[in-house]
């Protein structure tokens, strides 16, 4: 990340974060070498990040009208969705308020009646449902510790589900070794009975769970894949290579 100069150093009780930016792209860190998020200045709604465009696959099997997002960092889940599909509406829940004023000034966080921000931890979040339930939960939440031990929780993943639609759809974003995570397999078939998951080239784990039907199959569907491929402006299909049921 050498050719990157550093735009903006903030700090907040749970540490310090920077902006960076090397002409093209717009870079979020929460640590030496760490990428939280990143955005391509030109067409902010291309994602990045090898997790991000497998998050954003769940969009082949749902059709989503309302979305909750768990860890806004700059904001590329909203971009995205906000282009696939201007009236979803989407309530992100982001613990640090550095972090929202940051992605509004240097992320270009769109901002509308569609998009509501809200500054709370998401386990309290969670923990209220006083949410309407909605199609479809993210949970992205990174720390420079990494992922939030509390996103892995029988509690939160019960929590999530309260707040889903029937057939809703629970995104979690993991790392490769939680592959391995026994536990975490049967909390969620607990919860759910449909698990799938994808390992990005990033060595992220990514998971999608749903009591619904759930669409699976339109991963391995061509013109499914090359229209969200063609809406995100770029290859959905390279991060479904090895998708599958999580067994």
Same mark, same amino acid.
């Given at each position: 990340?050498?050719?990157?100069?550093?735009?903006?150093? $903030?700090? $907040?009780?749970?540490?310090?974060?920077?902006?960076?930016?090397?002409? $093209?792209?717009?870079?979020?860190?929460?640590?030496?070498?760490?990428?939280?998020?990143?955005?391509?200045?030109?067409?902010?709604?291309?994602?990045?990040?090898?997790?991000? =465009?497998?998050?954003?696959?769940?969009?082949?099997?749902?059709?989503?009208?309302?979305?909750?997002?768990?860890?806004?960092?700059?904001?590329a889940l909203v971009h995205s969705l906000r282009h696939v599909d201007a009236a979803i509406k989407i309530t992100a829940v982001e613990l640090r308020q550095r972090v929202i004023e940051v992605a509004k000034r240097f992320f270009q966080l769109p901002l509308s009646k569609k998009i509501t921000l809200i500054h709370q931890d998401a386990n309290q979040f969670l923990a209220q449902a006083e949410h309407k339930k909605v199609d479809?939960?993210?949970?992205?939440?990174?720390?420079?510790?990494?992922?939030?031990? =509390? =996103?892995?929780? $029988?509690?939160?993943?019960? =929590?999530?589900?309260?707040?889903l639609k029937a057939d809703g759809f629970l995104v979690l974003n993991c790392w490769k070794e939680h592959s391995r995570d026994i536990q975490l397999r049967d909390t969620l078939y607990h919860h759910f009975t449909y698990v799938y998951a994808c390992l990005t080239g990033g060595g992220n784990w990514v998971i999608y769970a749903t009591n619904g039907l759930g669409n699976f199959t339109e991963a391995t569907n061509k013109q499914a894949l090359q229209s969200l491929s063609q809406k995100l402006d770029t290859n959905i299909s390279r991060v479904l290579t090895r998708f599958g049921p999580w067994q």
């Open positions: 990340m050498s050719d990157y100069k550093v735009l903006h150093v $903030d700090s $907040d009780s749970f540490g310090d974060f920077c902006v960076l930016d090397d002409g $093209d792209y717009r870079v979020l860190s929460f640590g030496d070498n760490d990428e939280q998020s990143k955005m391509n200045k030109a067409s902010p709604h291309v994602p990045q990040h090898t997790y991000v =465009q497998a998050m954003l696959s769940v969009l082949l099997f749902t059709q989503p009208k309302s979305v909750i997002i768990l860890g806004l960092g700059g904001g479809v939960i993210f949970a992205d939440i990174y720390s420079n510790k990494g992922v939030d031990k =509390q =996103q892995l929780t $029988d509690v939160f993943i019960g =929590q999530t589900k309260q707040l």
